[in-house]
């Protein structure tokens, strides 16, 4: 009933900049959190950064100053901005949201991944 579609994953030069879109979709009452996690070869999955439905945000260490989230609420849509790409920052980047939907229930979603990969 509720679909995270992500995009804007590619490989970029180190130091250089990409950005993440995930938009929720289907029988969407309310999203209150949204964010993304990533995962390295041979790594375990990990939070990158999270933003609400009030606009609070938290954010992994390693991307502090470096990455930032954003949302536009009427769309249900999610973005990070990422800038000063490093290679350890190559990984299945997966957006990840709670939604309320219809029924009601309050649940948690997984986009398909999208692949940020680096290069020196």
């Known amino acids: 009933q509720v679909q995270l579609v992500e995009s804007g994953g590619g490989l970029v030069q180190a130091g250089g900049s990409l950005r993440l879109s995930c938009a929720a979709s289907g029988s969407i009452v309310s999203v209150p959190r949204m964010g993304w996690y990533r995962q390295a070869p041979g790594k375990q999955r990990e939070l990158v950064a999270t933003?609400?439905?009030?606009?609070?945000?938290n954010y992994a260490d390693s991307v502090k100053g470096r990455f930032t989230i954003s949302r536009d609420n009427a769309k249900n849509t999610a973005f990070l901005q990422m800038n000063s790409l490093k290679p350890e920052d190559t990984a299945v980047y997966y957006c990840n949201a709670l939604v309320t939907d219809l029924i009601p229930l309050t649940r948690v979603y997984w986009g398909q991944g999208t692949q940020v990969t680096v290069s020196s």
């Open positions: 933003i609400t439905s009030g606009g609070t945000t």
